[in-house]
């Protein structure tokens, strides 16, 4: 036989093969079983009384609300607070003297007694002092009432004075390396319908006695407006 026939019936028993191969019947597919229907749900179990009779569900208990946040707690004074006007406390009786011009233009230099009384306020936490400043009605200068807070804000290390009077006038300002023995603030302040830079110095020249001075710039630099000289 030659080497082309026996390639031939090579090719020809392979091709067989494969034929056979692929015409053999596949085994048979076991058959899928069908789905089992869902079962049903019980229904819920009927609670009998004692007399046989059904009772009605219990319905679930509410789920308990939320416990609120506690409210945070509030700041308390600053150390420094005490340190600075705990000596400036009571009450000072002043020789006051009003600067010309200082109460209208043209106004005489003035010469008038005072009074100022200084307590910590309890009623707002014990964070400022309050103080109440009293001019009496004269012939010549009219009665004077003036309320000013003394705090410090820690944050800024800076000394706090907020004051309003009977006048319409109101303040704010600061005071920076504030001792307990002397103190300048400087701000802004509305006095007679005018705004204007204020500064005021307290110095405490001793147990029972202190020295005020109040300065405003109405665009030429301070000028004294009012000195006060105070004694327990």
Not at 20 to 38: D, G, L, N, Y
Not at 59 to 71: D, S
Request: glycine content about 10%; charged content about 20%; aromatic content about 6%.
């Amino acid at each position: 036989m030659t080497r082309t026939s026996s390639w031939i019936l090579t090719l020809a028993f392979l091709s067989g093969t494969s034929l056979a191969f692929a015409q053999a019947p596949k085994p048979a597919e076991k058959p899928v079983a069908p789905p089992t229907p869902a079962a049903k749900a019980a229904p819920p179990a009927q609670v009998h009384d004692t007399a046989g009779k059904a009772a009605t569900p219990t319905a679930a208990a509410p789920a308990a609300a939320p416990t609120a946040a506690a409210p945070p707690a509030m700041p308390t004074p600053s150390p420094e607070l005490d340190t600075l006007y705990k000596g400036l406390e009571g009450s000072w009786k002043c020789d006051t003297t009003m600067a010309a011009g200082s109460v209208g233009p043209g106004s005489p230099e003035l010469k008038v007694k005072s009074m100022v009384k200084i307590a910590k306020a309890k009623d707002l936490g014990g964070m400022w002092y309050r103080g109440e400043y009293e001019i009496k009605k004269t012939k010549t200068v009219p009665g004077f009432k003036g309320t000013f807070m003394l705090g410090y804000d820690p944050m800024s290390k800076a000394a706090l004075n907020v004051s309003y009077d009977n006048m319409g006038g109101a303040g704010l300002a600061t005071g920076a390396n504030a001792t307990g023995d002397t103190v300048t603030f400087v701000g802004e302040s509305y006095v007679m319908g005018q705004k204007m830079k204020t500064r005021e110095t307290m110095v405490k020249k001793g147990p029972k006695e202190v020295e005020h001075k109040f300065e405003a710039d109405m665009g030429k630099g301070f000028q004294v407006m009012g000195l006060d000289a105070c004694k327990k």
